[in-house]
């Protein structure tokens, strides 16, 4: 249905004044702090791509690198630099977010789709400007979401084979990007169900087995998050992971059974339309997948793609932890947000004025306690985080009470689905290492969920929804104190990396080291550098060339690193300098041999901050 030319200019007028605020808050936050080894990792991979190095055939890509060959590009065009990379993440961001507020309005109008649409960004980038591969996955899920739900609209295959060509590009990203697949796989088996429900074939009842192959998939899906859930300590990982697949898996089998019972549905032609759809879908996922595998197969380096994409992360699961907040810790959090969502949809409407007065001066109370190093930034997060299962399980809910129906609503019913299925899938990326930051890279998907939601449930108050709304973009934008964040600091804080490389501004503390080891490499080292451990943006920064495959020595799980082998690469390329990071800090520390080796190779050496510079 084309929507009224009035209707469309004013959609047009809330997304350009979303995107210019959200641009300008972004511009002024995107070029500051940083993460050294993060953003090292990404740097350097992508400069090796740019020389003409393949990922995972020539150095160990600790994603699947298709951020990678982005910037590599950028960095032929513009020049290798930290900023540039800050750059490509600010423009995808501003062009993801049409397509956040396009999900928003099928559900929403003009001026809510724009607060939808903010409350997103909010709780994405703008809290949190690094340029890691997981926003790259969010972006291609938020354009995959705009384009399944035009699909379910309209049923037009094109459309769904776009979802399919995101969700591939969203694996190019992080291999994480599976999970949207899932989710539209699922979303797909429900479509058949309600597409079975508006075409009904009279005299003819349904087999057994079909409802049998929906169960089976629901099982296995359900048994890999089990599993996943299983790397995590403490019962908190089942609630936020296992239950909202759990609680769709329920609404997908329900509707199986009744299907199977009540309505007289053939099961060869849902067969046909389920084999047909995801046909489609996976063939829209297999565009972006194979053209990113040419180059490997035309190196006979497909094997070294397939273990760099799924053998070699689980070094990483094991690696690389951080618990979810205790179960205790994540209630009593949520508590508050659950209480005024229930007892909202009891409250007299409309709300009188002295019911508004009192909400916005709560919500005005809220905002003004968001202030940086607020204790009440980080419960307020924590109870966020906790609200997504409780948001999927409220919804799946909702869809159990709703009969199988012929009408215009089982599109929304749908829609609804699937933006359910997305949130709780897409949240799996928290697994191992579940940061609060990590809350960001699904929670737009989370936030168009929640609006669809409430428009489904007409005894919510819409003032409540925008009270809500105004609140947790406050929140958002505000980064909680914790033991893994960088602490806030005032601009006076701040320098600029004066070294060509760099571009962002940086704690003076680092400026000043990175600056003073530039200097020391430059006096003393050719092409080549070697650094050990988890420092990569040393070599990048300092424009040298790493003579080993090994980017994060965390995550790597070669036996063929030996010290032999190293010591043969360093003579090789005429290594002349060999930098050290504070060892104290390695989680595989240095062969004794091999660091006997360097301490009389490279003799002479300074400091500079916690690297030792070593030279011959």
Same mark, same amino acid.
């Given at each position: 249905?084309?929507?009224?030319?009035?209707?469309?200019?004013?959609?047009?007028?809330?997304?350009?004044?979303?995107?210019?605020?959200?641009?300008?808050?972004?511009?002024?936050?995107?070029?500051?702090? &940083?993460?050294?080894?993060?953003?090292?990792?990404?740097?350097?991979?992508?400069?090796?791509?740019?020389?003409?190095?393949?990922?995972?055939?020539?150095?160990?890509?600790? &994603?699947?690198?298709?951020?990678?060959?982005?910037?590599?590009?950028?960095?032929?065009?513009?020049?290798?630099?930290?900023?540039?990379?800050?750059?490509?993440?600010?423009?995808?961001?501003?062009?993801?977010?049409?397509?956040?507020?396009?999900?928003?309005?099928?559900?929403?109008?003009?001026?809510?789709?724009?607060?939808?649409?903010?409350?997103?960004?909010?709780?994405?980038?703008?809290?949190?400007?690094?340029?890691?591969?997981?926003?790259?996955?969010?972006?291609?899920?938020?354009?995959?979401?705009?384009?399944?739900?035009?699909?379910?609209?309209?049923?037009?295959?094109?459309?769904?084979?776009?979802?399919?060509?995101?969700?591939?590009?969203?694996?190019?990203?992080?291999?994480?990007?599976?999970?949207?697949?899932?989710?539209?796989?699922?979303?797909?088996?429900?479509?058949?169900? !309600?597409?079975?429900?508006?075409?009904?074939?009279?005299?003819?009842?349904?087999?057994?087995?079909?409802?049998?192959?929906?169960?089976?998939?629901?099982?296995?899906?359900?048994? +890999?998050?089990?599993?996943?859930?299983?790397? +995590?300590?403490?019962?908190?990982?089942?609630?936020?992971?296992?239950?909202?697949?759990?609680?769709?898996?329920?609404?997908?089998?329900?509707?199986?059974?009744?299907?199977?019972?009540?309505?007289?549905?053939?099961?060869?032609?849902?067969?046909?339309?389920?084999?047909?759809?995801?046909?489609?879908?996976?063939?829209?996922? +297999?565009?972006?997948?194979?053209?990113?595998?040419?180059?490997?197969?035309?190196?006979?380096?497909?094997?070294?793609?397939?273990?760099?994409?799924?053998?070699?992360?689980?070094?990483?699961?094991?690696?690389?932890?951080?618990?979810?907040?205790?179960?205790?810790?994540?209630?009593?959090?949520?508590?508050?947000?659950?209480?005024?969502?229930?007892?909202?949809?009891?409250?007299?409407?409309?709300?009188?004025?002295?019911?508004?007065?009192?909400?916005?001066?709560?919500?005005?109370?809220?905002?003004?306690?968001?202030?940086?190093?607020?204790?009440?930034?980080?419960?307020?997060?924590?109870?966020?985080? +906790?609200?997504?299962?409780?948001?999927?399980?409220?919804?799946?809910?909702?869809?159990?009470? !709703?009969?199988?129906?012929?009408?215009?609503?089982?599109?929304?019913?749908?829609?609804?689905?699937?933006?359910?299925?997305?949130?709780?899938?897409?949240?799996?990326?928290?697994?191992?290492?579940?940061?609060?930051?990590?809350?960001?890279?699904?929670?737009?998907?989370?936030?168009?969920?929640?609006?669809?939601?409430?428009?489904?449930?007409?005894?919510?108050?819409?003032?409540?929804?925008?009270?809500?709304?105004?609140?947790?973009?406050?929140?958002?934008?505000?980064?909680?104190?914790?033991?893994?964040?960088?602490?806030?600091?005032?601009?006076?804080?701040?320098?600029?990396?004066?070294?060509?490389?760099?571009?962002?501004?940086?704690?003076?503390?680092?400026?000043?080291?990175?600056?003073?080891?530039?200097?020391?490499?430059?006096?003393?080292?050719?092409?080549?550098?070697?650094?050990?451990?988890?420092?990569?943006?040393?070599?990048?920064?300092?424009?040298?060339?790493?003579?080993?495959?090994?980017?994060?020595?965390?995550?790597?799980?070669?036996?063929?690193?030996?010290?032999?082998?190293? !010591?043969?690469?360093?003579?090789?390329?005429?290594?002349?300098?060999?930098?050290?990071?504070?060892?104290?800090?390695?989680?595989?520390?240095?062969?004794?041999?091999?660091?006997?080796?360097?301490?009389?190779?490279?003799?002479?050496?300074?400091?500079?901050?916690?690297?030792?510079?070593?030279?011959?």
């Amino acid at each position: 249905m084309r929507l009224p030319r009035s209707l469309r200019a004013r959609s047009l007028m809330w997304l350009a004044a979303v995107v210019a605020l959200v641009g300008a808050v972004t511009a002024a936050r995107i070029y500051r702090d &940083w993460i050294p080894y993060d953003e090292g990792v990404m740097a350097q991979s992508a400069q090796r791509v740019a020389e003409g190095e393949l990922p995972h055939r020539d150095f160990d890509e600790l &994603w699947t690198g298709g951020v990678s060959e982005l910037h590599a590009i950028v960095f032929r065009v513009a020049g290798p630099s930290l900023r540039v990379m800050r750059t490509v993440l600010l423009v995808a961001f501003l062009l993801t977010l049409p397509f956040l507020f396009l999900s928003a309005r099928e559900f929403v109008g003009p001026m809510a789709a724009a607060g939808v649409t903010l409350l997103g960004a909010a709780w994405s980038v703008i809290s949190w400007p690094l340029p890691l591969p997981s926003w790259y996955v969010l972006f291609a899920e938020l354009v995959g979401c705009a384009a399944m739900l035009i699909f379910l609209r309209t049923r037009q295959r094109r459309w769904l084979v776009a979802a399919g060509v995101c969700a591939g590009a969203a694996v190019l990203a992080k291999i994480v990007g599976l999970y949207f697949i899932a989710a539209s796989l699922l979303t797909i088996a429900y479509s058949v169900q !309600q597409a079975e429900a508006r075409e009904p074939a009279p005299g003819v009842r349904s087999a057994p087995w079909y409802a049998l192959l929906i169960v089976t998939a629901v099982f296995a899906l359900l048994a +890999m998050v089990a599993g996943l859930a299983r790397s +995590m300590p403490g019962l908190t990982p089942w609630i936020h992971f296992v239950t909202p697949v759990a609680s769709l898996g329920a609404v997908l089998v329900w509707r199986e059974w009744n299907a199977w019972r009540v309505q007289n549905a053939p099961p060869l032609p849902r067969l046909f339309r389920l084999a047909g759809w995801t046909g489609v879908f996976v063939a829209g996922v +297999m565009i972006p997948v194979v053209l990113f595998s040419v180059p490997y197969a035309r190196a006979h380096a497909i094997g070294a793609l397939w273990r760099g994409m799924f053998v070699t992360p689980r070094v990483r699961l094991v690696v690389t932890q951080f618990a979810l907040p205790g179960l205790r810790t994540s209630l009593v959090a949520v508590l508050p947000l659950i209480v005024l969502v229930i007892g909202a949809c009891f409250v007299e409407q409309p709300l009188r004025r002295r019911d508004r007065m009192a909400l916005a001066a709560l919500s005005l109370a809220l905002v003004a306690g968001s202030y940086d190093g607020s204790p009440l930034v980080l419960v307020v997060w924590n109870g966020v985080r +906790m609200a997504v299962p409780f948001l999927v399980i409220g919804g799946a809910m909702l869809l159990l009470r !709703q009969p199988l129906r012929r009408d215009d609503q089982t599109t929304r019913e749908s829609s609804l689905f699937f933006l359910l299925a997305a949130t709780a899938m897409c949240s799996l990326i928290q697994i191992p290492f579940a940061l609060y930051t990590y809350v960001l890279y699904f929670a737009p998907v989370a936030v168009v969920a929640g609006a669809a939601l409430g428009t489904m449930t007409p005894r919510f108050p819409r003032a409540v929804l925008a009270a809500l709304a105004i609140v947790l973009t406050g929140f958002g934008i505000r980064r909680p104190a914790s033991e893994r964040a960088e602490p806030s600091r005032a601009p006076t804080e701040y320098a600029w990396m004066s070294m060509a490389r760099g571009g962002i501004r940086v704690d003076r503390g680092d400026s000043a080291v990175y600056a003073q080891l530039d200097s020391l490499v430059g006096a003393h080292a050719g092409e080549w550098i070697y650094v050990w451990h988890d420092s990569p943006e040393v070599a990048f920064l300092t424009g040298r060339r790493n003579p080993t495959r090994t980017l994060f020595e965390a995550f790597d799980d070669s036996v063929t690193r030996s010290t032999p082998d190293l !010591q043969l690469r360093l003579r090789r390329n005429g290594v002349r300098v060999v930098v050290l990071h504070d060892s104290t800090a390695a989680l595989r520390p240095m062969d004794p041999v091999f660091r006997s080796w360097i301490d009389r190779t490279y003799p002479r050496h300074a400091r500079a901050g916690s690297f030792d510079v070593r030279w011959q």
